[in-house]
């Protein structure tokens, strides 16, 4: 074993009622040199109030172009087990549920070849091993993919797409979030594994407007399920409901689009008039529920505020059936990609050249027709072109 | 390493089938409502009468594997080995029937495990890497979102707000955390540019590729030096540069700080999505606690706990008070930086004379 | 035209780049598909196996690239 390193400053943050990442370090460090090097590299950085990691350029496994990031140490001298501290993304599985024997068996094999460390789950929706050497990679990826398990993405490639448990334990759910997550993430394997994009492109898929994924902040694509037609009405819990619940103030003064009313004890919505929200809903679960023709809303662009400001993704397919084999969503989405690839610039985001070359021409050249759906409201201004088609000669 | 097994590429995670427990794989698709029945505890009933009762506990993402394999044979005691993490990253076990509820709580409280974040209250903190694992950040994020919760706890295990506070931390303007769209986030933020080290940029870097990897082009060649330069106001502190070009630091210990930006959110309940906005430009790092920071937080919290109708969230209490009424309530300064000059600034200028006193 | 030609002439591509520009996977594609008339998938096809066989691999500067390994 290797030396103890004097951690005060990152014993503090042992103390308190939440769990300590600190606890875990060092739970890890009490069998892994690399963890408990990390301590004192950590102890580090607080210390002097500064990262202490660099990135690094070309890690990763035979044939893959991503999953692995390179992480250094600047002080390798001092920390010699963290001097490679490698990341290993994993896909997860959609939904993020597992089984006990396979995770154990997972950690069996982190603890043989990396730190110990996990970080479950990454931002990107992946199992995060966190911390190993690059002499590692190739014998991890071994070991985990002969049992099953692949890596993700990262560099200028898909990332594992990821989703809110939809159907599995939601009643709000509108698509079949995780086998459509399950579905993407195979069908596009080589796109996750040999980087072709000009940068990233992540899909998030939630089942309904709550968006327990996040969806509509972070992914490139996101798809969102929703209905057409009549929020489903049970009366009789309607009047369950009265009893607890000031239904006026909560539900119906709150109503974005003041759509509903109470008529006598029966609760009435002018469903043409609905956004589906999901206010109304979420707030009454036993009483109402999303209507019955189901499918998804495609929206597209969002990113963080690098470089030009953030995005959320906007509408670019008002309704979709999102059901396998999903041949007119695969379509689309190759087409995106094309266009993308004839018109991005390195490190360009699908959202940015949207911005950049406009939405009506990717409207255009995607072959998607315009709809009020995809704007808040109409541009102020009679600053557009024609094409050749709209003028008399 | 002769022994080691055959190597399998392009075949993705396992199917996720594998991995529901039986009552969630026999009525996917046919669940009818739900009811939180306290704070960590949650029943989900099917149409066909079968009830999952889900249990919730915190974890600090950042796990050992002796946590997660704790976490396993609690589930293998309790839950026939299923469990799930949610994604905020704390941890979830299911059992059939009411009667195993008290069991398995009883277990996880006793390996001092956290219940909780279920219903109108503080989920855990989506957060980025920060100084355990990244190159780019400003801050920590493990620390800070330790710091937070352990102030913020019992609106984890207990205390009800007007609404959920989803709190987010990135530790770089990159973001990775997401949280341009959370209730209260925070963001690391350098102040100053990198410093070029001249003699390792020359040894050590690619200048073509260091000047591409600037996002606004603020990077140029030194041929006096043979090394780049930067020209001081198009840089926007990203560190691209010192990703790509390790002599290029930007990093700076007095410099270095934390902005808190407010009133995002994703779901679209009553109102759109929203982006958080800026109301503390910079806090400077006082590890391991932060303590002006969660100082801030409580200011907010308490501003909003008192001001916000049941089921407004942060931006829509806001929205209704107006942001100059925010300032008021919290006593935040509000300086130059908080006035937009960026790509979407002519949006956020008054053009009306209708505000309010503050 | 045989795999191995292409195979060649991406990895000739490549090598003259290598210190000027680097080059993406979808540079490659594009201009070997442009300057041969072969299709795109058989281009990609090749290249695939010079990546497998780590002749070629990807590096991430920011963004990935397709390279000759270090030596
Ligand atoms: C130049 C730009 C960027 C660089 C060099 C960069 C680099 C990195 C690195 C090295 C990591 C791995 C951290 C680790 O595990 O050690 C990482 C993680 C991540 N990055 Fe970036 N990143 C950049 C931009 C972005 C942007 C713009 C976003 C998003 C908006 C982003 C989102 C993420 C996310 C979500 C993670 C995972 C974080 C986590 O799991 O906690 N990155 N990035
Ligand atoms: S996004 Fe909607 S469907 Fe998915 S888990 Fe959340 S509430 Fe349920
Ligand atoms: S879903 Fe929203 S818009 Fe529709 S009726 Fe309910 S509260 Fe109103
Ligand atoms: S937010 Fe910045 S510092 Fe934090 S993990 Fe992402 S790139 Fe690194
Ligand atoms: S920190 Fe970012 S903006 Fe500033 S010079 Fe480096 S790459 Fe350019």
């Known amino acids: 074993m290797s030396k103890k390193y004097d951690t005060p400053m990152l014993d503090e943050l042992e103390k308190g009622a939440f769990p300590s990442f600190v606890t875990e370090i060092k739970r890890a460090a009490a069998h892994s040199d690399m963890s408990n090097d990390l301590l004192g590299h950590t102890e580090t950085c607080y210390k002097e109030r500064v990262t202490h990691w660099k990135h690094g350029g070309i890690v990763g496994v035979r044939g893959y172009g991503g999953g692995v990031i390179g992480r250094y140490s600047d002080m390798p001298d001092k920390f010699p087990g963290v001097a490679h501290f490698h990341t290993v993304r994993l896909n997860s599985p959609s939904g993020f549920y597992y089984k006990a024997d396979a995770l154990v068996e997972l950690c069996d094999l982190w603890d043989k070849y990396g730190s110990g460390l996990t970080n479950i789950h990454g931002s990107t929706g992946d199992l995060v091993f966190l911390g190993t050497r690059t002499e590692n990679l190739e014998p991890f990826f071994a070991e985990t993919s002969s049992r099953g398990w692949d890596l993700g993405g990262s560099g200028s490639a898909l990332r594992t797409p990821s989703c809110c448990l939809g159907k599995s334990r939601c009643e709000w759910a509108n698509i079949d979030t995780m086998a459509i997550t399950n579905d993407i993430t195979q069908h596009y394997q080589d796109e996750m594994h040999r980087p072709a994009f000009p940068y990233k492109f992540k899909f998030k898929v939630a089942g309904c407007a709550c968006d327990c994924i996040a969806s509509i902040a972070r992914a490139d694509m996101s798809i969102i399920g929703t209905w057409k037609g009549n929020i489903r009405v049970n009366q009789a819990e309607v009047a369950n409901y009265a009893k607890t619940m000031n239904i006026q103030a909560e539900i119906i003064d709150m109503c974005p689009t003041g759509c509903m009313k109470l008529d006598g004890k029966e609760l009435r919505i002018d469903n043409a008039n609905c956004n589906r929200c999901m206010h109304c809903i979420a707030k009454m679960t036993k009483a109402l529920r999303p209507g019955t023709e189901q499918g998804a809303t495609l929206l597209l662009g969002s990113k963080a505020p690098i470089v030009t400001g953030a995005l959320m993704s906007w509408v670019i397919v008002p309704f979709i059936k999102m059901e396998p084999p999903y041949e007119e969503f695969y379509e689309l989405i190759d087409k995106i990609w094309e266009w993308w690839d004839e018109n991005g610039k390195n490190r360009e985001r699908i959202g940015e050249l949207i911005e950049r070359l406009s939405f009506p021409r990717f409207l255009k050249e995607v072959g998607l027709e315009p709809s009020p759906a995809m704007v808040k409201e109409p541009r102020r201004d009679p600053f557009f072109f024609w094409a050749e088609e709209d003028i008399e000669r | ?358 | 035209m045989e795999k191995e030609e292409v195979k060649k002439i991406i990895y000739a591509l490549v090598e003259a780049s290598t210190g000027k520009k680097k080059l993406k996977q979808s540079d490659i594609l594009k201009k070997v598909s442009a300057d041969h008339g072969i299709e795109k998938d058989e281009v990609k096809a090749a290249l695939r196996d010079l990546v497998d066989a780590g002749t070629l691999i990807f590096t991430y500067f920011g963004g990935s690239f397709i390279e000759i390994p270090p030596k």
């Open chain 2, 1 to 358: 390493m002769s022994d080691l097994p055959q190597r399998q590429t392009d075949i993705g995670p396992p199917h996720y089938s594998k991995f529901l427990h039986p009552v969630i794989a026999k009525n996917y698709g046919k669940w009818q409502y739900h009811e939180v029945l306290s704070p960590g505890t949650m029943v989900h009933v099917s149409e066909t009468g079968d009830k999952i009762y889900t249990v919730r506990i915190a974890s600090p993402r950042l796990l050992s594997t002796d946590t997660i394999r704790e976490h396993c044979a609690i589930a293998e005691k309790h839950c026939g080995g299923y469990l799930r993490f949610t994604s905020r990253n704390n941890v979830e076990f299911f059992v059939d029937a009411e009667s195993k509820v008290a069991p398995l709580v009883k277990d996880l409280e006793a390996k001092g495990f956290l219940l909780g974040g279920i219903g109108p209250r503080i989920s855990n903190i989506v957060h980025t890497q920060g100084w355990v694992h990244c190159h780019s950040a400003a801050t920590d994020a493990s620390g800070l979102v330790k710091a937070i919760m352990d102030e913020c706890s019992e609106y984890f295990t207990t205390k009800e707000l007007p609404n959920k506070v989803r709190l987010a931390v990135a530790c770089c303007v990159n973001m990775c955390g997401a949280v341009h769209c959370s209730d209260i986030a925070l963001v690391g933020v350098h102040k100053t540019p990198p410093r070029i080290d001249d003699v390792n940029v020359k040894n050590a870097c690619e200048v073509p590729s260091t000047i591409a990897s600037c996002p606004t082009s603020a990077i140029s060649p030194n041929p006096a030096t043979k090394s780049v330069k930067i020209k001081l106001e198009k840089c926007m502190y990203c560190g691209n540069c010192y990703s790509v070009c390790p002599a290029m630091p930007i990093a700076d210990a007095k410099n270095d700080g934390i902005a808190i930006v407010v009133g995002g959110k994703v779901n679209s309940l009553r109102s759109n999505p929203k982006f958080s906005k800026l109301v503390v430009p910079w806090i400077p790092n006082n590890p391991p606690r932060w303590p002006q920071v969660t100082d801030a937080i409580k200011v907010i919290l308490k501003a909003y706990i008192a001001g916000a109708k049941k089921h407004e969230r942060v931006g829509e209490w806001i929205e209704r008070i107006g942001w100059e009424g925010f300032f008021k309530e919290t006593g935040f300064e509000f300086k130059y930086q908080h006035i937009d000059d960026f790509t979407f600034a002519r949006e956020t200028y008054r053009m009306a004379s209708t505000f309010k006193w503050s």
